[in-house]
């Protein structure tokens, strides 16, 4: 628990801004090597008492990436604008 809180204390003094855990997703990247072992993992991350929801593929910056750091997400959205 000690390092929970200093964790959050943490992000909030670098980061100067404050995180809204709505917002806030997971993305587990794997690499070519190991997605089956990983294929059904999921975690169950917390912020500020907030659950964390694990996505498969995130919109950031206008580029969508998925979990395999792929664009073959982002190219599909591409096509069918």
Do not use: W, Y
């Not at 206008?62 to 604008?81: A, P, Q, R, W, Y």
């Amino acid at each position: 628990m000690k390092l929970v809180r200093q964790t959050e204390n943490l992000v909030g003094q670098c980061l100067k801004m404050v995180i809204n855990a709505a917002k806030t997703k997971c993305l587990l990247v794997t690499g070519k090597r190991i997605p089956c072992k990983l294929d059904n993992c999921s975690l169950e991350l917390t912020l500020f008492t907030s659950d964390i929801d694990q996505v498969d593929s995130q919109k950031l910056l206008g580029v969508t990436i998925d979990k395999h750091l792929s664009f073959d997400v982002h190219v599909e959205e591409l096509c069918m604008n």
